[in-house]
């Protein structure tokens, strides 16, 4: 069978519980470039099994070296190392549905695609369980790119993908990507959230004070206004049995509140130690 002429780029660190069932569903791609932060599990055991690429995200024999701060640098190597034009990218804890697969194939194959950057939607498993209701959806994230654009990584915490949306639109896949969360993330979920605070507060950088209030005020408030408003919607609707844990769910608003909180005392703080 001819494989889909298309690289999957993956980060890894100590991913050795879920990297199988990752590279399962991606047995149909011609490529998979792992990128690895020196992993002592058996990460790299599973990588090679399944023939993927292996390339190590610094230059460092360190263990268990993590890029929460540097993650789109990191992404960038990991694209950088892809041999073909297409590109998809994921986590190691997620998996591709046939359907994805599917819908790449028929894009990879295509001499003169539409399109050549796409999103798809996106949907949560918590535990194996559909998230079928959560405030955030529909929610879109972009995920299969043409190396061939110049795409480029941008963002130390959340990367996104960057290339001039002036000359290329970007198509929609039908199928979801699928986030996989464990039963255990589910229940650190607030720590998780304030690990991810901690580290967006720590690479704030101090500007004038109008681009602030802009992106760190005024766009944390709309994102807060929206949760108090479809959180009670969703549950009015749709009940709590299919929708996201009402736990969960709020701690999430509470996390925007939190990184506010956050992003303002930071800012204060820098204002005041340059008075003195």
């Known amino acids: 069978m001819n494989k889909i002429p298309c690289s999957v780029g993956i980060l890894t660190l100590n991913s050795g519980a879920t990297l199988r069932r990752c590279l399962d569903s991606l047995k149909a791609f011609a490529e998979i470039v792992i990128c690895d932060g020196n992993s002592t599990d058996s990460t790299l055991e599973i990588a090679r099994e399944y023939g993927a690429k292996i390339v190590k995200q610094y230059d460092s024999d360190e263990p268990n070296l993590r890029c929460v701060k540097d993650k789109a640098n990191v992404r960038q190597k990991n694209m950088d ?85 002036a000359r290329y639109k970007v198509g929609e896949l039908q ?37 602030f209030l802009y992106w760190c005020v005024w766009r ?20 709590f049995e299919d929708s996201m844990p009402a736990r969960i769910q709020f701690l999430t608003l509470w996390y925007h509140f939190y990184l506010l909180y956050l992003f303002i005392k930071t800012r204060v703080a820098h204002v005041r130690s340059k008075r003195l």
């Open 175 to 211: 199928s979801y990507y699928d986030f996989h969360w464990s039963r255990e993330r589910a229940e650190n979920y607030w720590q998780y959230l304030k690990m991810y605070a901690s580290w967006e507060t720590e690479l704030l950088e101090y500007g004038p004070l109008g681009p």
């Open 220 to 239: 944390r408030l709309r994102i807060i206004a929206g949760y108090l408003y479809r959180i009670p919607k969703m549950y009015l609707l749709y009940g």
């Open 81 to 165: 190392a892809a041999s073909y034009d297409w590109y998809f990218f994921m986590d190691s804890d997620d998996a591709l549905s046939a359907e994805v697969v599917e819908e790449i194939k028929k894009i990879a194959a295509n001499p003169r695609p539409e399109f050549f950057v796409y999103r798809m939607p996106t949907r949560i498993f918590i535990d194996s369980k559909e998230i079928k209701h959560e405030a955030s959806y529909p929610s879109y994230q972009i995920r299969l790119i043409n190396r061939k654009i110049n795409p480029y990584f941008k963002g130390k915490v959340h990367e996104r993908l960057k290339f001039d949306r």
